[in-house]
């Protein structure tokens, strides 16, 4: 009978089999999408385990190429428009998660971090900042005019009041 039992459990453990036959990484591996088992299984072929090491080379060589590829196909004068980058800006976002994520590595992490900073000071470093800028000459003169204006009103309702008030000082 406990024969029986164990050709059912190792039966029924064939058919729950979601691997397909294919190998199995020996640490948790995320599940999000369907690019997630490929992703461990190259760091568990390359260094072991989902290291930063692994993410860093996954992130060079799946996130940042396309990036800098798309980037690149761009005139550099079109990278300071936020309409043409922005898709490419949020693939690369999106990439550098999933990757994390399917590794179990918190998102953002100093590498994503500094991955970002790069691509900034590589693609964005001459774009112009909106500077703030002095306003319209009219504004000026309003707020300048205002309080000029308000100091004789002020003195005249002062002495005003203590020369027609109550008579007393």
Known sequence: MNGALGFIGVFLSFLSDTTYGEATVPFACGNDTHRCPEICNICSDMYGAPTMDC???????LCLN???SSMESLNSTDWCKWGN????YSNLSHCTEEMSDCLMIPWPNP?????????HSRFFQDCPE?????PPPVVVLALVITPICMIPVMVVLVVFKTKNGDGSY
Not at 85 to 88: C, L, P, R, T
Not at 111 to 119: H, W
Not at 130 to 134: A, I
Request: proline share 0%; net charge negative.
């Open 85 to 88: 980058v922005s898709g490419m």
């Open 55 to 61: 993410l860093s080379t996954l992130i060079g060589h």
């Open 111 to 119: 590498l994503v971090e500094e991955t970002f900073v790069d691509i």
């Open 66 to 68: 396309t990036f800098e």
């Open 130 to 134: 909106e500077e703030l800028s002095d």
